[in-house]
Each structure stands twice: as structure tokens, then as C-alpha cells.
């Protein structure tokens, strides 16, 4: 049964009051008085328009124009089309009698009914009709009622999106039931897992099929270890003729649940391969529609299949794109802060797959990845490449010949660019990295004729991979030879070309191989500036299965004394790419006229660690053992004085003051540099911190006598406006969140609403190009300019950080990073500077920033305090997507300043908001360059 909202019967009268059709109702017992209506058809749909013919009988002639059909209790008249214009449901009725009910010989009766279009069109991509239309999906009771005796002739019907949608709760069910059949009917393998659970607590599913559970085994524990220890012994035996009975992972996935047919789809393939002997569907040859059919034990000798029904059980819930947290997941597979693709992606490193084929819409044109350039330089693309373009192929030809459409697109050969796969950001690509034939599917409609190409797509997947396994694993176990033997192979080169289509391959910068021979991490508070961050990492490529090692002892290697216990990557290994592609600087591509997303993912500069690369081969033979799992450092007391130094320069730090502060514990901080106190240095008493455990802080033992400026500090309460990343930011350091301005000390800002008059008593952090247009379009501070290029420009730059409270903790020379195309041009004479962009040469290091030059030498932060407040903005950012953050503490440094009477200090200024306008033409103008990658 289909999920029903009778229950909401506040919802049902609003929805009444406005004109709107009721919900979905159960349907009424059957009682004396309701006979049954017989009709041709009990499903119906919100994307395709259906007839149905009903019949019944009451038993004796009865007055024709006394009959009235009813649908959900309500009269079919109620039940009208939404109107886009008003977004209501106040047009023609969508249900109509297209044949009047008459008599067909004695008592029986008969009429013709048709269920038309709710939302007038078969296509409910609209971002506003996908937020409504899952409220009409249930049973109700179609019903025939005689008005002159009370009587009627009733059926429950089942009204749908189209026929094979499931809820988020109807997925269990739908796989045990399969799981069920398939035990009575054949002996294939069939496994359920839970990866873990979501934000909300919810269910991972995953379900493995295939042929038996020795071909399971056989894979996970001796076909991948070979094929990433010694691929060329595989390809040895793949030439010879003689790698036998083996099967290679096919993974299929969504991540977008809004994007329903992606979970739908997996569901019926999932059923068509766990139950059928054969699955016959149409496909193109010779530019001629066939039939084809694959026999399912053929098929499961060749292929292990992976289905990832959802990444996103939250967001199909609650039909959204993101997740509970606010976060589009399939932007957050590189930067892996949320819990969901913590979970998928190590399971993604776990299995390898061959082919990943990755469920979305809605793009018009039926597009198949992959994609334009630029192409991230860690993909060997050569070896991906051609065997992608006839995946797609495949993929697009069994889609148009089991659906309505004609065409698809591959962006590779009809774009030009802007749809590109520069950044491992999306499920796809991130895949890729493993040496997956990694594929974005996008159905151009959510509709029956969408989920029907979606369908198609999988089934021409699975036939494109049995057909050419031998020469698909070829090319993967080469990607993998080429990385245990440190090779950069200029095959790749022609493939990574500028905006111009000139060929310019990897960035070597003079070095003869791309990748460097090592990285090494080391953790010792003498050499790492964040130990914290830098244990994190490792523990990130292990769970994303690169190797890494672990020095021995303390030795010297050409000239640098690395400490024991450092860690170590060895790029000799068959995942190389996906090390490199995160540890890496990056590279500038701003010579491209369109990107999808941004492109910089260098955790060692937006997390904030020190890292190294090391070119010599062979450096650390000798040195090292392998660590498969890694301890998180812990603070430790220093001394038995009574007070301690925590400095101020990581994150885990903030975290602890936060808890200590809700403790009610008494936490000071240094307002000046004096002796062994740097200033914004954190200092509590000795007894109170030897309570807290599983904290990172870096301490000092300090007596009480000794004279340094502090002050003390408060809890502050912070208000968030803007996105919701920098509301889970926020919520990460530890601060107390409150859901108004009015219960605030502080405003913390990366949008467009700026009111100064709620600011009085407060302060107020404006981040990125939205709040720096809302302070401009207010008029409070006199003498404050920016400028931009374009929302959504990319940089990592060189910045000069200026000695202030709110700086503390960083250098004088840092990396700053911005995805706000943003820089401000004039400072108010009041305010105080905070950062500016470099004046070198050499200043931007990695992005995609057409037009970067003009930031060059300008303002990214400042601060001014006003006569009854405080206004601070940045330019760049500073919790973008929950990757930077290495820029929390300028955040939280910021946020510690709201309550402090030293940062509040009376000012030439004042908060008197003397322009109230709207924002102007530059505001709209921001506002509508957001791209969002269906």
C-alpha cells in the first residue's frame, strides 16, 4: 500500500480553504450499502493520462442523472489542475467522465473515465512541483454513488508518479519480497547490507547480487588484492588466455533522491536480475532498433551486481536533493564530511568497481556522461576514455529504444564545455579515481517515459560490460599497473588541453613525473602545525584504500630529519590518483569559459596541515611499515601549575572552550603576545580542563602571577542566515545556536538579508559576495566598496594576514580560499584590515577564476566597530561546504569578539541604517548566477 496522509487533517483544510484537492484517503469498508465497481484499470499517474472503463450494477434500474463519481470522497469537480502562475490547484478538473454512464443491458452500468495530468504535463521536473507532488501519491476510492438512495459502487485505485515508485519505507519491504522470491526460485547470491545509518538514523541499503558467494569471495579476497598488489600478473593471464572464471563489480547508484526514477530504476533491475531467467529489451544496431536478450546466469558469470539504492535516505524522505544536514552529497564525495558518503565512499574503495553508473535528472537531451574538459590530470584518461564513450553509447541506445525519446547527448562529443569532471566532487568521478568507467546519467523528465529510459540505461550497462569484460578489465588493471610502478604515462596528455583545444597534458612543472614519489604527513607537534588535521587525513586515504606507512625510527632522508611514527604515502601504488587528487595543490584552469563546480580540494591548505612532497625514489626504503588504522592525537596537560596555555590553532581547541564555556567553566583569552601567551590564546584553569577527554589542544602550564591581557569569555549565541553549511560550521566548533537575530550576540552571514537596525547591541560577520552586497546596499559604512567577477569563481590565494584578535593563530603569509569571485575595493577610514590578497606575481595559486588578476593586492577582510556594534566581512570563505577548515578559527576568533567588550569598543561609526533600498541591480544579478548541477 501506498503512503497515506488521512491523518493530516489540519493539512486537508488548508489545503481545502485554498482550493486545493484532498489528499490520499484509505478507501471505505465495505458495508451494506457500497457494492463493488468493477474497472479496467486500478493504476493511475501523475505523468501519463489514462483511460478507464468501470461497470456496476446496483441491482435495478436506477436514475442516470442521479449518479455522481467521486474520487477520495470528493466530487471529481473538486479536483483541479495546479495552476503554475498562482502555484494552487485551482484549474479544470483533472479526472473527466469522457463517457456518461449508461445501461448495457439489464441493470449494468457502464462509463468512461479519464485521469488527465494534475500538473498539466507529464514531466514534474519543476523544482516547485517536485517539493508538492508526493502528497497526491496513495490509494483512494473510486466510487460511482447513486445521490437518490445513498448507494454507490466503490474500488480502490492507486494514484502514482509513475507505476514503479517507492517511498524511502517501501524499500525494505520491496528487496526482502525479492529476496524472498529469489530463495524459492533460483540459487543466485543475493546479500543485504546496512552501510550505517543517516544523519537521521535512517538505512544505507545496499544489495549485493550475484552468482554464488564464492564469486563474492573469490573477488574481495583474492581477484582485487591481486589485481592492486601485482596487476600485472592478471594481465599476464588475461593475454594468455588464462584468467578463468572471474567476475568484475558493476555498481549502481543514485545520490540526488529527488531525482526519483534513479532509485526506481535500480529497484526494477534489481528484481529483473535477482528473479529472471532472461530479460529480453531493445537496443540500436547498425542505426536499426533490435531486440536483445541476456541471459541472467550468463550475465551474473561475468558481472557482480552493487545496487546503492540511495546515498541519501534523509533527502528521499523528505524529497529533497540535500541531505538533513543542508548538504548536496554528490558535492561532498572529495571532501567526505558528511556521514553518508563517509559510508559510501569507503565502500565504493572497498569493492572497485569496473563500471559505476551514477542516477540523476533532470537535463534535457537524455545525457550520458562523460563529460567536457578540463579533466582532472589524476584520471588516466586515456585508458578510461574510449571504453566510457561506447559505455554511453550503449547506455543511450538501450534508454531511447525502451522509451519515448529519440536522442541522448554525450557531453564528450556535443558540449563544448561547462559540463566537465575536473572536481572528484561527484559520486561518478569520484569513482574514477578508483579506475571505474564512472558515468552521470541524466533522464531528461521526471516521468513514466524517464524512469523507462533510466531502466533502459542500466540494462544497456549490464550489456555493454558482459560483452567486452575481458578488454574492460584489461584497461583497469593497466590504470592500476601504472600506478604500482610510478609511471606517468604521456598517452594521458592529449586528453588534458586548455580552453583553446590545445593538448598541454599534466602540470610537471619542470619535473619529469607528475606525481610526486612520496607524501609525507608528519604528526610531531615540533614539525606539524596541526596534528589533529594531519592524523585525520590519514585515517581519510585509509578508509579510501590508499596504503600508507609509518616511519620506524627518527632518520634523516636528503637532509630533513623526519620524526618516528610520520607518515608516509607511497605513490607506487595502484591508487595513486585518488591520493594525489586529494593531497595535491591543484590546478588553474581559468582560461575555461564555463565549470560546473569548484575544483580545489587540497586538504593540506583547506584543512590546515603541513605536508610534503618528496621526488627522491626509493627515500624511505627500509624506514616505514604499513598501518592499516590510525589513533586520534589527545590534548595533554603540561605541568601541575594551576592555569593552562591551549593555543589557539586547531579547531578541536574551539570545541573544547565552547564545552567548557556551556559548563559554566571559567576560559580566558590573551589579548596581547607576552612571554609564552600568543595572542587569542585560550587560558583555563588546570583542574577544570583534566575533566575533558577526547579533545585535541596543544598546552602549556602557566602560573597565575604572570601579566598578560586577558579577557574573559562568555557563551556567545550565534544566528546563522545564508546556507546551511555554515550553520553545520558553526555547529561543529561548538557554538550555541539560536534560531533569530533578536536572541543573538553575534550574526554570522553568507546571504543576501542584512537588516542594520536588528544589529544594535550585536555583531554582525558578513561572509562572501551576498552579505558583502546586502552591508553595501545598506549604506552603513561610509567608504566601504567591493567588487566581483562572478559568484561561483574559484581561487586559492596567496594572502597577507595582518597581526589582530581576530587573526590570531595565523601567519602573517597563509593560502586563503574563496568560491565568491569577490574582493573588496574600498575600507571605510574607521576599520581596521584584517587580509589582503598578495601583490606577487604568483599570487593565485589554483581555481577556476576568469578575471582573478583584478583581486590582486586588494582587501579580503576587515573590521569595524561602530557605536553600538560591529560589523566584519570577508571576502573569501570561510566554512565552504565544510571543507575549509583551516578558516574556522578567523570564524570563531570572530564569533569570541561578539562578547567582548574589547572587540566592542566605541567606534566614529554608527548602525543607523541610512539606506533601506532593496538590493540594487548588482544584488539580482548575484543572485541569479548560481549553477546547481542537476
Known amino acids: 500500500m501506498k503512503k497515506r496522509f488521512s491523518g493530516l487533517l489540519a493539512f486537508l483544510l488548508v489545503l481545502t480553504l485554498f482550493a486545493q484537492p484532498v489528499l490520499p484517503v484509505s478507501a471505505a469498508e465495505t458495508k451494506g450499502n457500497v457494492i463493488e465497481l468493477e474497472s479496467s484499470r486500478t493504476l493511475f499517474s501523475l505523468t501519463e493520462a489514462r483511460t478507464v472503463e468501470v461497470q456496476a450494477d446496483f441491482g435495478k434500474k436506477v436514475d442516470l442523472s442521479k449518479l455522481e463519481f467521486q474520487f477520495g470522497g470528493k466530487s471529481l469537480s473538486e479536483w483541479k489542475k495546479w495552476v503554475k502562475k498562482t502555484n494552487t490547484y485551482t484549474g479544470d478538473p483533472f479526472i473527466k467522465v469522457i463517457e456518461e454512464p449508461h445501461f448495457v443491458g439489464g441493470t449494468k452500468i457502464e462509463a468512461t473515465l479519464e485521469f488527465g495530468l494534475l500538473y498539466d504535463t507529464d514531466n514534474l521536473s519543476n523544482r516547485t512541483i517536485r517539493t508538492q507532488y508526493q502528497q497526491f501519491i496513495g490509494d483512494y476510492e473510486l466510487a460511482l454513488v447513486d445521490k437518490a438512495s445513498n448507494k454507490k459502487a466503490a474500488q480502490t485505485v492507486e494514484l502514482n508518479v509513475y507505476d514503479q515508485f517507492h517511498f524511502y519505507d517501501e524499500l525494505k519491504p520491496t528487496i526482502d519480497s525479492v529476496f524472498k522470491e529469489a530463495k524459492k526460485s533460483n540459487d543466485r547470491y543475493l546479500e543485504y547490507q546496512s552501510f550505517g545509518k543517516s544523519v537521521e538514523g535512517r538505512d544505507l541499503h545496499f544489495v549485493v547480487l550475484a552468482r554464488d558467494k564464492e564469486a563474492v569471495d573469490k573477488y574481495l579476497n583474492e581477484t582485487l588484492p591481486t589485481a592492486l598488489e601485482d596487476p600485472e600478473s592478471l594481465l599476464e593471464k588475461l593475454e594468455d588466455g588464462e584468467m578463468g572464471d572471474y567476475q568484475v563489480p558493476v555498481w549502481i547508484n543514485n545520490i540526488h533522491p529527488d531525482e526519483v526514477e534513479g532509485v526506481d530504476a535500480q529497484v526494477e533491475l534489481f528484481k529483473k536480475f535477482a528473479l529472471e531467467d532472461e530479460i529480453t529489451f531493445n537496443t540500436i544496431e547498425n542505426k536499426q532498433e533490435k531486440a536483445v536478450t541476456l541471459n541472467v546466469d550468463d550475465v551474473l558469470d561475468d558481472v557482480i551486481f552493487l545496487y546503492m539504492f540511495t546515498n541519501n535516505p534523509d533527502g528521499r524522505v523528505a524529497n529533497t536533493r540535500a541531505n538533513a544536514n543542508g548538504f548536496d552529497l554528490n558535492r561532498d564525495n572529495h571532501y567526505q564530511t558528511q556521514i553518508e558518503t563517509q559510508e559510501v565512499t569507503q565502500e565504493i574503495a572497498k569493492w572497485t568497481p569496473l563500471s559505476f553508473i551514477d542516477m540523476h535528472g533532470y537535463v534535457p537531451g537524455f545525457l550520458i556522461e562523460p563529460t567536457t574538459p578540463p579533466h582532472n590530470p589524476n584520471f588516466e584518461y586515456d585508458l578510461l576514455y574510449g571504453n566510457m564513450i561506447e559505455q554511453a553509447r550503449s547506455m543511450g541506445d538501450a534508454g531511447i529504444s525502451n522509451s519515448a525519446y529519440d536522442s541522448y547527448e554525450i557531453p564528450a562529443l556535443d558540449y563544448g564545455d561547462g559540463w566537465d569532471d575536473m572536481t572528484p566532487a561527484y559520486t561518478a568521478m569520484y569513482a574514477m579515481l578508483h579506475g571505474s568507467l564512472g558515468h552521470t546519467v541524466e533522464t531528461p523528465a521526471l516521468s513514466q517515459n524517464g524512469y523507462d529510459a533510466m531502466y533502459g540505461a542500466g540494462l544497456g550497462a549490464a550489456l555493454y560490460v558482459t560483452e567486452n569484460k575481458d578488454k574492460l578489465y584489461k584497461n583497469q588493471l593497466e590504470i592500476f599497473e601504472r600506478g604500482v610502478n610510478g609511471e606517468d604515462n604521456r598517452a594521458v596528455d592529449e586528453y588534458f588541453v586548455n580552453a583553446a583545444g590545445q593538448s598541454i597534458g599534466r602540470t610537471r612543472e619542470g619535473n619529469a613525473n607528475f606525481f610526486p614519489e612520496y607524501y609525507v604527513i608528519p604528526v610531531d607537534e615540533k614539525v606539524q602545525k596541526n596534528p589533529l588535521e594531519a592524523t585525520k587525513m590519514v585515517d581519510y586515504l585509509l578508509r579510501n584504500g590508499v596504503e600508507v606507512e609509518q616511519m620506524l625510527i627518527t632518520a634523516k632522508v636528503d637532509g630533513t630529519v623526519y620524526p618516528k611514527g610520520t607518515y608516509i604515502v607511497p605513490m607506487d601504488q595502484a591508487k595513486r590518483g585518488l591520493a594525489n587528487a586529494m593531497l595535491y595543490e591543484g590546478d588553474d584552469v581559468s ?161 543576501d538579508e542584512f537588516n542594520a537596525d536588528s544589529l544594535v547591541g550585536k555583531a554582525y560577520v558578513g561572509i562572501g559576495v551576498y552579505a558583502l552586497n546586502a552591508v553595501k546596499e545598506s549604506g552603513v559604512l561610509k567608504g566601504y566598496d567591493f567588487n566581483y567577477t562572478s559568484p561561483g569563481h574559484e581561487g586559492l590565494l596567496k594572502a597577507n594576514v595582518n597581526d589582530h584578535i581576530l587573526t590570531s593563530g595565523y601567519e602573517a603569509d597563509e593560502l586563503l580560499y574563496t568560491t565568491n569571485g569577490a574582493w573588496i575595493t574600498s575600507v571605510p577610514k574607521e576599520a581596521e584590515v584584517l587580509a589582503t590578497v598578495s601583490n606577487t606575481s604568483d599570487f593565485y595559486v589554483a581555481g577556476w577564476w576568469p578575471g582573478h588578476d583584478a583581486a590582486k593586492g586588494q582587501t579580503l ?55 533601506k533600498k532593496q538590493l540594487n541591480e548588482v544584488g539580482r544579478s548575484l543572485l541569479e548566477q548560481g549553477r546547481d548541477r542537476e
Open 861 to 915: 577582510a576587515f573590521t569595524q566597530n561602530l557605536e553600538d556594534s560591529n560589523i566584519t566581512l570577508f571576502a573569501n570563505d570561510l566554512a565552504f561546504r565544510a571543507h575549509t577548515q583551516a578558516s574556522y578559527r578567523l570564524l570563531a576568533n570572530s564569533i569570541f569578539a561578539s562578547v567582548s567588550s574589547e572587540a566592542a569598543k566605541q567606534g566614529q561609526g554608527s548602525v543607523k541604517n541610512e539606506n
Open 591 to 751: 582560461d575555461w569559459g564555463a565549470m560546473y563546480d569548484p575544483i580545489v580540494v587540497n586538504f593540506s591548505d583547506l584543512r590546515g596541515f603541513d605536508l610534503e612532497e618528496v621526488r627522491d625514489e626509493d627515500a624511505f626504503d627500509k624506514l616505514t611499515k604499513e598501518v592499516s588504522s590510525v589513533k586520534l592525537p589527545a590534548g595533554k596537560i603540561t605541568g601541575k601549575l594551576p592555569k593552562q596555555i591551549l593555543s589557539n590553532t586547531n579547531n578541536d581547541t574551539v570545541k573544547l572552550v565552547n564545552e567548557l564555556l556551556k559548563d559554566g567553566k571559567v576560559v580566558e583569552k590573551a589579548l596581547e603576545t607576552k612571554g609564552n601567551v600568543n595572542k587569542g590564546d585560550y587560558i583555563v584553569n588546570t583542574k577544570d580542563l583534566a575533566k575533558y577527554k577526547g579533545y585535541y589542544f596543544e598546552a602549556t602550564g602557566v602560573d597565575t602571577t604572570q601579566k598578560v591581557k586577558t579577557e574573559k569569555l562568555t557563551l556567545p549565541k550565534v544566528a546563522v542566515s545564508g546556507s546551511a553549511q555554515l550553520e553545520f560550521s558553526v555547529k561543529q566548533l561548538g557554538f550555541e545556536v539560536v534560531d533569530n537575530a533578536e536572541e543573538a550576540d553575534v550574526v554570522i552571514s553568507d546571504g
